[in-house]
């Protein structure tokens, strides 16, 4: 452990190292995968990076922490990378210790992604229930947010609630959310209303001219 506390600047310059600690840091950036500490597959994500980290620790002794813990953020983006920059660290270790108390300790951000699509289903009754929760989630996540990240998680969870109710739409709403390049939930619930639910000859239409191939209509 260092006896002192650096804040991850990947920006310094490497000059007053060797060129062999240079090459190690650079092994061990060459061999981390990007990470960002967001969507359903962050916990396995961050396992991957850890243990790869952690694998090199024998090498990181305490005068040459500052330039691995460059290296290593500079595979930080995104969520991940806000983490390690607004903490103070002691070393390479702390950097692991700082992401991984999040993803572990059943973050709300990890969480709702990881168990979306099985926690609002399973009661749902139609599509506009469906919509109504997912569009509930996200408001409330967004209001618990920290001031400064309310406009990301506000994007980055509509995209995500929109994606999850585009892939339980039938092929027709689907089609009918892709024409209209319906990109949000509202934008996507204002097309299934308008369109799938009141025209029921569109969706005829549509099938005769091979939009919607292969799908059965119910008796008229």
């Known amino acids: ?4 506390t650096f804040r991850v600047d990947t920006s310094i310059a490497e000059d ?6 240079q090459t190690l840091a650079k092994e061990l950036h060459d061999a981390l ?8 597959t962050a916990v396995r994500d961050f396992e991957l990076f850890d243990g790869i980290v952690r694998n090199w620790l ?19 983006y995104g969520r991940a990378k806000r983490l390690a920059e607004h903490v103070e660290l002691a070393s390479v270790e702390d950097i692991l210790l700082v992401l991984g108390r999040k993803l572990k300790r ?7 992604q990881k168990n979306l699509a099985t926690a609002v289903l399973k009661d749902t009754k139609n ?3 469906f919509y109504y929760r997912l569009s509930e989630m996200v408001t409330c996540i967004e209001l618990n947010a ?3 990240d309310k406009a990301v998680v506000k994007r980055t969870f509509e995209k995500t609630a929109a994606t999850t109710l585009y892939e339980y739409l039938l092929d027709f709403l689907r089609c009918l959310c892709k024409i209209k390049r319906a990109e949000t939930l509202d934008d996507m619930y204002k097309a299934i209303e308008n369109d ?20 059965a209509l119910p008796p008229s």
């Open 58 to 76: 024998p090498s990181i002794t305490a005068d040459k922490q500052d330039l691995f813990a460059r290296r290593i953020a500079q595979k930080l």
């Open 1 to 4: 452990m260092a006896n002192r």
């Open 146 to 148: 920290p001031e400064a």
């Open 106 to 112: 059943g973050d709300p951000y990890i969480m709702w």
């Open 33 to 40: 995968p990007y990470f960002n500490g967001e969507g359903p």
């Open 127 to 129: 599509i506009e229930d």
């Open 16 to 21: 007053s190292v060797t060129a062999q600690i």
């Open 196 to 215: 799938a639910y009141r025209r029921p000859e569109r969706r005829r239409a549509m099938r005769d001219d091979g939009l919607i191939p292969g799908e």
